[in-house]
Nanobody, 115 residues
Framework: QVQLVESGGGLVQPGGSLRLSCAASRNIFTINIMGWYRQAPGKERELVATITHGGRINYADSVKGRFTISRDIAKNTVYLQMNRMKPEDTAVYYC?????????WGKGTLVTVSS
């Protein structure tokens, strides 16, 4: 099993930046894919960014060029740097760990982009 704890959410103005962190309870190098997803009010959960065991990165089109996913294997932590944020980025952001026969979610952290 793996527990995931997100942090770093909050209120930010349009055009601003936030960095989310996801701390895992075990070595993230043993997990096939770590990812960030988000769910806005009244909408389905959607992929934001993922990073594979081998370091391959994928982004949703809506965040390409603005968001950056990264990891610190020594700290068992995955990050999401969010820049040039927009009101439509407002959502609860969830960390996900996906491996063969295993899939885990954190409880989420709320991000609000508003002036």
């Amino acid at each position: 099993q793996v527990q995931l704890v997100e942090s770093g959410g909050g209120l930010v103005q349009p055009g601003g930046s936030l960095r989310l962190s996801c701390a895992a309870s075990r070595n993230i190098f043993t997990i096939n894919i770590m990812g960030w997803y988000r769910q806005a009010p009244g909408k389905e959960r959607e992929l934001v960014a993922t990073i594979t065991h081998g370091g391959r990165i994928n982004y949703a089109d809506s965040v390409k060029g603005r968001f950056t996913i990264s990891r610190d294997i020594a700290k068992n932590t995955v990050y999401l740097q969010m820049n040039r944020m927009k009101p439509e980025d407002t959502a609860v952001y969830y960390c996900n760990a996906d491996s063969t026969f295993e899939n885990y979610w954190g409880k989420g952290t709320l991000v609000t982009v508003s002036s």
